[in-house]
């Protein structure tokens, strides 16, 4: 699998390093426009490949070219949102850079499979399929593999257990209006309220909801360990099959047309394959109803 990132910061970097951790790709094409960050991060993730014996291509640079024939588009470059920063402006700013960059992989690749990871994920998402670049069901966004695996921790960390004890769901925007369904979410195959009380749960979603901004109070820049992983696991999915929490345009499902939005969805080299309407309770059917009024989503 060849795959192209666009953006060699800290997330797409880690990207990068994760995939070749994984054995997932045969060629990396590493995109930026700071030359001098693309010969750092060659010498490293060449250096780091050399140390394990693998077989992957690497290519750091500005030149898109390169990018030619990718089946996989990632693109993690703009600015990390700052410390109370809004995500309006950072779409400002953000939306701009992802436009020029999917013309230029326009250039040289047909249709390939296009996954924002930069923020804010779900707006970005709107604005490059109003661009009509690529078709609606190869554009998609990562956010919900990475919200849910900090529900999944929190979880984890409330009852001291295993992660893998635990299965979470999670739908909707990557923001504080998401949605723990946490009526579909399981412990050991018993159901959250049956572990965990009211106050504790109520408490794990408070933590979700505000762990990204943590990150940049302590690190003042944006996790990026994490949004890596999220995206390598999405990564891996496109062979697996599972269903993943992932930003897509809807065709209905939630009442939602022609807009970004996180559901519960399968994935491959195609794009969508695939997308899962969970059932929800009357309390996250209202907090779901609440972020569509939001951000005029009806």
């Known amino acids: 699998m060849k795959i192209t990132i666009i953006g060699a ?14 054995e997932l790709i045969d060629e990396i094409i590493l995109i930026d426009i700071n030359k001098d ?5 060659e010498l490293e993730l060449s250096q780091s490949i050399a140390a394990f014996n693998f077989d992957i291509k690497i290519t ?6 390169y ?3 990718s089946q996989v588009v990632i693109f993690s470059a703009g600015v990390a949102r700052k410390e109370g920063q809004s995500r309006d402006e950072l779409f400002a700013i953000n939306s701009k850079i992802m436009l020029e960059c999917a013309k230029n992989i326009k250039k040289f690749n047909n249709d390939p499979l296009f996954i924002i990871v930069s923020n804010p994920v779900d707006f970005l998402l709107n604005a490059l399929y109003e661009s009509k670049l690529f078709s609606l069901k190869k554009i998609i966004a990562m ?9 999944k921790y929190e979880v984890s960390k409330k009852l001291d257990i295993k992660t893998s004890y ?11 209006s998401m949605v723990l369904v946490k009526s579909q979410s399981k412990v050991q195959n018993k159901a959250l309220s049956e572990v965990l009380n009211k106050q504790d749960i109520v408490q794990i979603e408070q933590e979700v909801k505000t762990g990204g901004a943590k990150i940049i109070k302590y690190l003042k820049t944006s996790a990026y360990l994490a949004p890596a992983s999220a995206c390598v696991r999405m990564i891996e999915a496109l062979k697996s099959g599972e269903f993943l929490p992932v930003c897509v345009i809807l065709d209905g499902e939630y009442g939602i047309r022609k807009k970004a939005f996180g559901v519960m969805a399968r994935i491959s080299l195609d794009g969508v ?10 309390q996250e059917q209202i907090t779901l109803e609440n972020s569509f009024v939001q951000y005029n989503y009806k």
Not at 9 to 22: D, E, H, K, P, T
Not at 60 to 65: E, G, M, R, V
Not at 273 to 282: A, F, G, P, R, V
């Open 143 to 151: 956010a919900g593999v990475l919200d849910n695996a900090r529900f």
């Open 60 to 65: 750091c640079t500005d030149d898109y070219t």
């Open 9 to 22: 910061g800290n997330v797409g970097a880690s990207i990068a390093y994760a995939l070749i951790l994984r």
């Open 273 to 282: 394959l695939e997308t899962l309407e969970l059932k929800l309770d009357n």
């Open 37 to 41: 960050l693309l010969f750092a991060r």
């Open 166 to 176: 635990i299965d979470t769901k999670l739908i909707g925007f990557h923001n504080d």
């Open 67 to 69: 990018s030619k024939d």
